[in-house]
């Protein structure tokens, strides 16, 4: 009796087990005992990699062999800001290949920032018979004809979501690939897509779709097609409208009025390039049950915000270009006290002057009125600590802040003192903040008070910062979740690298970008540290041909379980053990 | 999530006095001391390393003179010599503060100390790759609202007060080659006829002149659709043109 009292069944475990979702739970539960870790590994079906290159495939397929969903990361995040040459790296489809043998039940891939092809694509839609789930966000490499072999090939496919990739050539035949039969979409995002894609084949794919929730439109979509596609999908959920503009004409404006109305269900609306104001007021009737809004391509000036985010009382995320302007955060402040979450981007990111009155004061006025308040992301031109030490006061519950005034080293603009006691007090009081990008003039002082302060802090983006290696040696000594960091043009050498070396072990990864490392240190710590890839980046040429105190352009450093790579362009180069040997 | 535990001993706790305000130069400080640092690895090995003395390794490398005096060790001399120590106690030494020297070169030119990526001229900023950090589809909005106050500006006659102070000129498209995987990027303010761009869109993918009828210069415009070059007049292909591609004359 004793014994059957120890060990449960397996079938009791596995459906135990068949609860737990999350990824960090699943991987507790598989560390318990070696019985435990082999039922959790055949009943675990969704795995997330968010480094590509940390595991290879084949170590993925024999310990999880029946998976049904995977998310895969490639490239480090300022790829998206054209700070990691073309070519690096990121290639999506040896994992396709070795998935096509290894999980032919596969039902949903998610990628972001990889390279996929039209190779890869028709693999996909070849190999996965029950294939429903395609994200590709923020890749590239494809062309709609991948596009046209997944529309054709994959019958139950639920959700196709191009979000934000770079597609090449497109021309909008592809969509007409989707067969008659054809009526699972759930999910469609284009908004990417740069040509018109066939209005009547969009239409009737649209209209024969019941269970459609999601379709985010590219710009080709002009306005006086969008009132046809919304009456045949009244269920939408979101929208995302493609060229908000069209000549002003009474007939246009009480169709596509009329359309909207009949969407009782939309929550999230997106796109809206070019806007012609007089069309907002279409709009309006769905407004307060509106959850999410999107405007950040669109170019409306204040006033119109004004008056349309005074109608979202439900309003729970916003992201927006900084037409909005002090007096329109005022307004959102007032009006939407469900606010969660707010984007403002930058409406002319390069002009010498500014070109809104968008300030600081807009951001305090949200963080007074919007309790809820825990995401910000916010482009402006001047800040002052007691700004920033007001919005921590006011927004405890902070998780994501990242700022971005868009000078570098720009300094509080009324003491012209460095920002560090600002971002200090939004470490000191926001004790859940897990995400953080600094900016303005700062220095090693706003470290310290990172180390000390951001317990929880798991991803750091610093740019034209701090003084010394001090600064970076707060932060990788202090910041104990630390998982990503991301640095560029900050004068942090050797040092607080090869003092916290161990500390890199336990992080996904470091970029370091015109920094001060030497090429010595980076072969040091590749020698040192097997379970770590050192990447140098480095377009100048081979790093030995300069000297070994020289420091390199570009460092990528993450943990793997993989080793050195072996498709890394000519000017990435991995320092490891041998490196000694080819660099001498 | 594939991360797994990596259960390294990490210092926490049991590091005790391990107060960085007490890192600051202090020129009186021993200068043999200073001369021969400690830096240990979080693995418990001690390593001696020299110190260069100041912080940054580019001031170093410019300065051949200053690395024979101090008598460098390349860094592999100088960690093959471990002392023993124990793991709950890694010290980390500090060299003096390397702030003083280099505070005024910092304050003089901060792009000159590091391979400053200030040098590589971005799609369309100031001058610095990457900033500010938006993705590249954003920054097509400020494009096109740059494109007409360009159009503006040609129609107003100089001295204009609405001009801002500095025209952003800079047009960067993305160029592909058909067959080549790796698109590339090339600013078209710099060209005002559709030979230079061809000449040196050629150059860039590795074609020599005088197989230039080789390839045809296309471009996708602001409606999507993909034109010769060589059939519209230069000014409608710089208003309209959103990227380009050279494609076999074959076809």
Request: some cysteine.
């Amino acid at each position: 009796m004793l014994r059957m009292a120890r060990s449960l069944p397996e079938e009791v475990l596995e459906h135990v087990f068949s609860f737990i979702h999350s990824d960090k739970d699943r991987n507790a539960i598989s560390m318990v005992c070696k019985s435990w870790y082999e039922i959790e590994r055949w009943c675990r079906r969704r795995i997330f990699v968010g480094n590509c290159y940390a595991v290879n495939p084949s170590m993925v397929i024999r310990r999880f062999p029946e998976v049904r969903s995977v998310e895969l990361k490639g490239k480090p995040h300022f790829a998206d800001f054209n700070l990691v040459p073309d070519g690096w790296g990121g290639y999506v489809y040896p994992w396709i290949a070795a998935m096509a043998n290894a999980y032919p039940w596969l039902e949903e891939i998610s990628l972001k920032r990889m390279v996929v092809t039209d190779e890869t694509l028709e693999l996909i839609a070849k190999s996965f018979k029950n294939f429903k789930v395609l994200v590709l966000s923020s890749c590239e490499g494809f062309s709609t004809d991948g596009l046209a072999a997944i529309a054709a090939n994959c019958r139950n496919l639920r959700q196709l979501d191009l979000r934000e990739s770079e597609v090449d050539d497109p021309s909008g035949h592809w969509l007409s690939h989707f067969p008659d039969s054809f009526t699972s979409l759930v999910s469609l995002n284009i908004s990417c897509l740069g040509s018109e894609v066939n209005f009547s084949a969009l239409e009737h794919l649209v209209g024969r779709c019941p269970n459609l929730r999601t379709l985010r439109l590219n710009r080709a979509v002009p306005l006086d097609r969008l009132a046809n596609i919304l009456r045949r999908a009244p269920q939408l959920v979101e929208l995302g409208a493609g060229t908000y503009s069209a000549e002003l004409r009474p007939d246009v404006f009480s169709s596509i009025a009329g359309a909207f109305s009949g969407c009782k269900e939309l929550k999230s609306l997106s796109g809206f390039w070019d806007v012609v104001p007089g069309y907002l007021p279409a709009i309006y009737p769905i407004c307060s049950s509106l959850t999410s809004l999107n405007l950040s391509y669109a170019t409306i000036q204040s006033p119109d915000l004004v008056k349309l985010v005074s109608q979202c009382q439900s309003l729970q995320r916003l992201w927006v270009l900084d037409y909005i302007e002090d007096i329109g955060l005022e307004a959102l402040a007032a009006f939407c006290k469900d606010l969660q979450e707010l984007r403002v981007f930058p409406s002319e990111p390069f002009a010498l002057e500014p070109n809104v009155s968008l300030t600081e004061q807009g951001l305090v006025s949200v963080s007074e009125g919007c309790l809820k308040l825990h995401s910000v992301l916010y482009f402006c031109r001047q800040m002052t600590n007691d700004a920033l030490v007001t919005i921590a006061r006011n927004c405890p519950k902070m998780t994501r802040f990242r700022l971005c005034i868009i000078e570098p080293r720009t300094s509080d603009y009324i003491t012209l003192q460095p920002l560090d006691d600002g971002f200090g007090a939004i470490v000191e009081h926001c004790k859940d903040l897990r995400r953080l990008s600094l900016s303005g003039l700062l220095t090693d002082r706003v470290f310290e008070y990172i180390g000390t302060h951001a317990k929880k802090l798991e991803m750091l983006s610093v740019a034209f910062a701090g003084d010394s290696d001090l600064g970076l040696h707060h932060v990788l000594y202090g910041c104990e979740n630390l998982r990503k960091l991301e640095i560029r043009d900050c004068p942090f050498g050797d040092k607080a690298l090869l003092a916290n070396a161990a500390k890199l072990e336990t992080m996904r990864s470091l970029w370091m970008s015109s920094c001060s490392v030497s090429f010595g240190a980076c072969k040091l710590l590749g020698q040192k540290m097997p379970r770590l890839n050192i990447e140098v980046i480095d377009e100048r040429g081979p790093p030995d041909s300069r000297p070994e105190s020289c420091p390199v352009e570009k460092l990528y450093i993450y943990r793997t379980l993989a080793g050195p790579r072996f498709d890394m362009p000519g000017f990435v180069w991995t320092m490891d053990e041998d490196s000694a040997l080819r660099f001498s | 999530m594939m991360e797994l535990q990596l259960g390294l001993a990490l210092p926490t706790d049991t590091i005790k006095g391990l107060d960085l305000n007490s890192y600051v130069f202090d020129p009186n400080k021993d200068a043999a001391r200073s001369s021969r640092q400690l830096i240990i690895m979080n693995q418990g090995m001690v390593h001696p390393w020299l110190s260069t003395g100041t912080n940054s390794a580019a001031a170093a490398a410019e300065d051949d003179d200053f690395i024979s005096n101090h008598q460098k060790r390349s860094f592999y001399d100088a960690f093959e010599e471990i002392y023993d120590m124990p793991r709950t106690l890694p010290l980390l030494l500090w060299s003096k503060q390397p702030n003083e020297e280099e505070d005024d070169e910092r304050n003089k030119d901060h792009e000159k100390s590091f391979p400053s990526a200030s040098n590589k001229v971005d799609g369309a900023g100031d001058g610095i790759v990457g900033w500010p950090p938006i993705k590249f589809q954003r920054r097509k909005i400020s494009h096109r609202s740059r494109k007409s106050r360009m159009e503006n500006d040609r129609r107003v006659d100089n001295g204009c007060a609405d001009c801002h102070g500095r025209p952003s000129n800079s047009m960067y498209v993305k160029v592909k080659m058909e067959g080549v995987a790796i698109g590339r990027k090339i600013d078209l303010s710099l060209y005002n006829s559709f030979q230079a761009l061809k000449h040196t869109l050629l150059g860039m993918f590795g074609i020599c002149q005088e197989n230039s009828s080789s390839h045809k210069l296309t471009f996708q415009d602001s409606e999507g659709d993909w034109l010769l070059a060589d059939d519209v007049p230069w000014r409608s292909f710089i208003w309209s043109v959103q990227r380009l591609k050279l494609i076999r004359s074959s076809r």
